[in-house]
């Protein structure tokens, strides 16, 4: 099923499960990054990298199957994803180690950075890794199996 033909209810649904799923990733991004941070007193950069690393795979994994519940070839998937962090990595990360150097707090770093990358990466995700194969997996086929009943 291809984007275009989601229905407003189910896109509302679609970004909600986003939104949900990427609080679990914030939580884990926010911990890892915390106990990095606190635990080393490195320079921003080398707590979020690892960080951000830990919460897209977890990201990755359940909103492909959950949200966008998609079959498509999951290494295909994964490498537009990777391109997406091929872009976004660099320029938070410049751009966090900007505001560091202005003095603004690592955790109100993290936090902006953290809501860019969840609108970010819906949009790419949505329109770019899923928008041909949303809908697909066995978890949309039983869904849709129990609204036909």
């Known amino acids: 099923m291809s984007s275009q033909k989601l229905s407003t209810k189910e896109t509302l649904i679609q970004i909600a499960k986003f939104v949900a799923f990427s609080m679990g990733a914030g939580i884990i991004q926010i911990v890892s990054y915390t106990i990095i941070h606190e635990l080393t007193d490195c320079a921003h950069i080398w ?17 492909r199957k959950f949200t966008f ?4 070839n999951v290494p295909i998937a994964m ?3 990777a391109l997406f962090y091929c872009v976004f990595t660099p320029v938070s990360a410049y751009l966090g180690h900007l505001a560091e150097q ?5 955790y109100i ?5 953290m809501s860019c990358n969840l609108v970010t990466e819906y949009l790419f995700c949505r329109f770019v890794v899923y928008r041909n194969s949303m809908n697909t997996n ?9 609204t036909e009943k």
């Not at 707590?47 to 909103?63: G, K």
């Not at 770093?109 to 950075?113: C, D, K, L």
């Not at 066995?138 to 129990?146: S, T």
Request: aromatic share 6%; glycine share 0%.
């Open 138 to 146: 066995k978890l949309a086929e039983k869904d849709k199996a129990k």
């Open 47 to 63: 707590a979020y990298l690892p960080s951000l690393t830990l919460s897209v795979l977890y990201n990755f994994t359940v909103n």
């Open 79 to 81: 490498l537009k994803v």
């Open 69 to 72: 519940k998609s079959a498509n």
């Open 109 to 113: 770093i993290e936090a902006v950075t």
């Open 102 to 106: 202005a003095e603004i707090n690592n």
